[in-house]
């Protein structure tokens, strides 16, 4: 996007950009332009001096420039959903769950943490012991499974007792074994 000398279009700088502006981008954006806004998004929702809600705004805009770079064909899964994990993870522990909402939903972000592991505990354990004689393509597996539950000490600790939450927990154990 260009500047005019009116000020109606943002300028070339998306970090200036509103958030109407940087979300309106991100609906016709594509490839690196996706990871920029995502980043970008994501800068503004760190921003401490922002208000609670302002900074659930820009997440969310993060989280959809990200999600939309798999409709692009654009981002790996695996890191797509590692990128939307943290930032989710980041929201419940700094800004409080809401359960109205399932970006910012412990009970979500954990049943979306599941679905994205293809391997079960004990499986990837036994890859884990055996990960020298394995080839590159497990290992990355098992390494993208170490990114997928890096957000899970955290988690656990807003979740109730329950079956979802003794799996998470299991996986923590075995995190520490995965390459």
């Known amino acids: 996007m260009t500047g005019d000398e009116h000020g109606e279009q943002p300028g070339r700088d998306p970090s200036t950009w509103t958030l109407d502006q940087l979300r309106t981008f991100v609906h016709g954006a594509g490839g690196r ?4 806004a995502r980043v970008v998004a994501q800068g503004q929702a760190h921003n401490a001096d922002r208000p609670p809600e302002s900074r659930r705004q820009w997440a969310k805009l993060s989280l959809l420039a990200n999600r939309r770079m798999l409709d692009h064909a654009e ?31 412990p009970e979500a972000l954990a049943s979306d943490t599941l679905d994205a592991l293809t391997f079960t ?9 055996g990960r020298r004689d394995l080839p590159t393509g497990q290992i990355r597996e098992l390494r ?35 390459p």
């Open 33 to 36: 332009q996706l990871e920029t």
């Open 75 to 105: 981002g790996n899964p695996a890191r797509v959903a590692q990128q939307d994990f943290t930032l989710r993870m980041w929201v419940i522990d700094l800004l409080g769950p809401d359960d109205t909402d399932p970006d910012w939903s």
């Open 144 to 178: 993208w499974h170490k990114s997928l539950t890096a957000h899970l000490e955290s988690l656990v600790g807003h979740l109730a007792p329950g079956p979802v939450r003794e799996r998470l927990v299991t996986w923590t154990a075995i995190r520490r074994l995965l």
């Open 121 to 129: 505990p004990l499986r990837a354990a036994a890859l884990a012991e």
